[in-house]
């Protein structure tokens, strides 16, 4: 079966960083890309970025490019999203999914909601 | 401008059938681009609906169905249940992002 299981719900300050995981199970991990979505609260889904964890060849949003870092270790079957300095409007739901042979996302994360408060 | 848009919400009663559009532009869907569907129920991760313009997953019902036109898309759902009430998404590739764009979304309501 396969699965994307991502990490617990962050509660941050302004300029901290975080780094969160998305862990894929049940397939070839190398052999997919796999894209982040960011969802803000009571909105829509908008790509962030994604990733070939073979070669970590990585594609960013013009939106996100600069904002965030997308790697991934393709040993331990993990992609990772991060910042490093966070801002209140990072505040949201973040999605890690698989991207199918024909470019959709085929798998979903159960999500990682972050928050960034004073 | 390259974006998708939606309508902001649909309804029905149970039984009838609805569509959502899903409208682009030359650098997505009108470039030949394929379109995908998900479904998002409160609370939950989108979840795969159609992909590649009008294939259904395995466990989606055949209520659910998707076409593609020119530089637009539908979703049609037939005999409409109260657990389809939802919010959903289009999806196609757009060459000005070198990536997935999504639409806007649109909440089903079922009256």
């Known amino acids: 079966e396969v699965q994307l299981v991502q990490s617990g719900a962050e509660v941050k300050k302004p300029g901290e960083s975080l780094k969160i995981s998305c862990k894929g199970s049940g397939y070839s991990f190398t052999s997919y890309w796999i894209g982040w979505v960011r969802q803000m609260p009571g909105k829509g889904l908008e790509w962030m970025g994604i990733i070939y964890p073979a070669d970590s060849d990585t594609t960013y949003s013009p939106s996100f490019q600069g904002q965030v870092t997308i790697s991934a270790d393709k040993s331990i079957s993990t992609a990772y999203l991060q910042w490093s300095s966070l801002k209140a409007s990072d505040t949201a739901m973040y999605y890690c999914a698989r991207r199918s042979m024909v470019e959709d996302f085929d798998y979903w994360g159960q999500g990682t909601l972050v928050t960034v408060s004073s | ?111």
């Open chain 2, 1 to 111: 401008q390259s974006v998708l848009t939606q309508p902001p919400s649909v309804s029905g009663a149970p039984g009838q059938r609805v569509t959502i559009s899903c409208t682009g532009s030359s650098s997505n869907i009108g470039a030949g681009y394929d379109v995908h569907w998900y479904q998002q129920l409160p609370g939950t991760a989108p979840k795969l609906l159609i992909y590649g313009n009008n294939n259904r997953p395995s466990g989606v019902p055949d209520r659910f169905s998707g076409s593609k036109s020119g530089t637009s898309a539908s979703l049609a759902i037939t005999g409409l249940q109260a657990e389809d009430e939802a919010d959903y998404y289009c999806q196609s590739y757009d060459s000005s992002l070198s990536g997935p764009r999504f639409g806007g979304g649109t909440k089903l309501t079922v009256l």
